[in-house]
């Protein structure tokens, strides 16, 4: 089982900041990485995928890095709306795994 | 517009047995991997399970296996998932998810609460 794992689990930040999320995984999985964002009560919302490609209608304040083991999730400025948890899953095969989610929370 | 419609979660007893069921619409269900993933209370999401689209591949996380059996009817547009042997561990929200073709989810559904206790 590929393991990932995120860092940090909260981040506080003041709108308008720039937010650096991380994602780690136990072996390569290239660029087979996926991120996702959930706010209370929804289910989650695609923003990234292939470590860097947007998916359709994410703002391109929204940016993904990286590859193999290490990968970066960039919101160059924070909205209002985008206070909520996120996620880096794997998808090198079909057996997915999860981070633990990183919680991005107003300073 | 796409939708994926979640049924069949609620109250079971440990050992108990639930069958969940995933209405899909709005797209052609044949032509995608359907999956399952589930959120316990206050944590973090977890892959339960995928299939392929004529169902003729089929993988679970460790958790599961033995107990949890996904399938589908294309005819039907209709995602299952059985569960047995349930443990309070599998307590959860159950989503159904479409894989797009990159093999990432792009459409969720809103999720069914399965609570197992005795």
């Known amino acids: 089982e590929i393991v990932m794992t995120q860092s940090p689990a909260t981040l506080s930040v003041s709108p308008g900041e720039r937010a650096t999320l991380s994602c780690r995984a136990s072996q390569s999985v290239r660029t087979n990485l996926a991120w996702y964002q959930q706010k209370p009560g929804q289910a989650p919302r695609l923003l990234i995928y292939?470590?860097?490609t947007r998916a359709t209608g994410i703002p391109a304040r929204f940016s993904g890095s990286g590859s193999g083991t290490e990968f970066t999730l960039t919101i160059s400025s924070l909205q209002s709306e985008d206070f909520a948890v996120y996620y880096c899953q794997q998808y090198h095969n079909w057996l997915w795994t999860f981070g633990q989610g990183t919680k991005v929370e107003i300073k | 517009e796409v939708q994926l419609v979640e049924s069949g979660g609620g109250l079971v007893q440990p050992g108990g047995s639930l069958r969940l069921s995933c209405a899909g619409s709005g797209f052609t269900f044949s032509s995608y991997w359907m999956s399952w993933v589930r959120q316990a209370p206050g944590k973090g999401l977890e892959w339960v399970a995928n299939?392929?689209?004529?169902?003729?591949?089929?993988y679970y996380v460790d958790s599961v296996k033995g107990r949890f059996t996904i399938s589908r009817d294309n005819a039907k547009n209709s995602l299952y998932l059985q569960m047995n042997s349930l443990r309070a561990e599998d307590t959860a929200v159950y989503y159904c998810?479409?894989?797009?073709?990159?093999?990432?989810?792009?459409?969720w559904g809103l999720g069914t609460l399965v609570t197992v206790s005795s």
């Open positions: 292939g470590a860097s």
């Open positions: 998810a479409r894989a797009a073709m990159v093999r990432v989810i792009d459409y």
């Open positions: 299939i392929k689209q004529d169902g003729s591949e089929k």
